[in-house]
């Protein structure tokens, strides 16, 4: 048995994996006092099933391996003292990988190269060239944090980025309700608004610099846009040369299915 961790800015899930399905254990909110308790919770799990390894996904900016910053997550110290390897990983990065292994499970193997969105609490990136995780020295793709314009304060501490605008901290800020509601509504013309043209821009300018088979996106709100809205507005700022296929993503796991991807090739692989 393997178990799939996802820390996400605002819930963590557990999920535990048999080498054929996957079986979501829990899920509880990323607060501090449950992140305290994380490797106890942990070590409990992997005494009851059984856990020969551990995949972690977090929101945050690890570099091998070692977290180095958590923007979404308040204070997010994390400390792990765990009884089975693990392996840490960016979640983005293990939301593309997932979705790149059940691609290419499917009939679509011919897809190498892939670029993942995903926006929930904040905005996370993963890209997945020739079927492995592209992380230059560690933190490659951290797209929230590209600067796009203004000064407006971002999770990190930056001015001006694109999660300062487009996220879901950002979003709820601006329209003062949840950001779900905001887009089924379509309140303030959400598509129309300025905050979706500077995400859109910054999506067509990445897909230019990768030229990926798909670009997906998922996160609890980038699993819910419109997908011919987004599609047709990426269109009109990518050269009409590329055709780069987008793909919504609706599976609240793969997060949790990457690290347990990761974690399988990474420690039992080596047995
Ligand atoms: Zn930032």
Request: hydrophobic fraction near 40%; charged fraction near 25%.
């Amino acid at each position: 048995m393997i178990l799939g961790v996802d820390i996400g800015g605002t819930k963590t899930m557990f999920v535990l994996y048999d080498h054929e399905s996957f079986k979501v254990l829990d899920t509880i909110r990323s607060s501090q006092e449950n992140l305290n308790i994380l490797s106890d919770k942990i070590n409990k799990i992997v005494e009851s099933y059984n856990i020969k390894a551990i995949g972690i996904g977090i929101a945050g900016w690890v570099r091998n391996g070692i977290l180095l910053k958590t923007p979404n997550i308040k204070d997010g110290s994390i400390r792990l003292n765990l009884t089975v390897p693990y392996i840490l990983e960016n979640d983005a990065n293990c939301f593309a990988y997932g979705v790149y292994n059940i691609l290419a499970k499917k009939d679509e193997s011919n897809i190498r190269n892939i670029v993942g969105i995903t926006v929930g609490t904040g905005i996370g990136c993963g890209i997945v060239i020739d079927g492995k995780i592209y992380r230059g020295k560690g933190l490659a793709g951290e797209l929230a944090h590209i600067t796009v314009e203004g000064e407006k304060n971002c999770s990190c501490g930056g001015k001006g980025h694109l999660e300062s605008y487009f996220s879901g901290w950002s979003l709820e800020e601006r329209f003062k309700k949840p950001v779900k509601e905001v887009m089924e509504e379509n309140i303030e013309g959400f598509y129309e608004s300025r905050e979706f043209d500077i995400f859109v821009k910054s999506i067509a300018n990445l897909v230019m610099i990768i030229d990926p088979d798909v670009i997906v996106f998922g996160g609890s709100i980038g699993m819910r846009f419109n997908k011919k809205i987004v599609e047709e507005r990426l269109k009109s700022y990518i050269l009409p040369e590329f055709d780069t296929k987008v793909i919504l993503f609706i599976d609240e796991d793969v997060v949790a299915k990457g690290a347990i991807f990761l974690a399988k090739e990474a420690i039992l692989s080596s047995d």
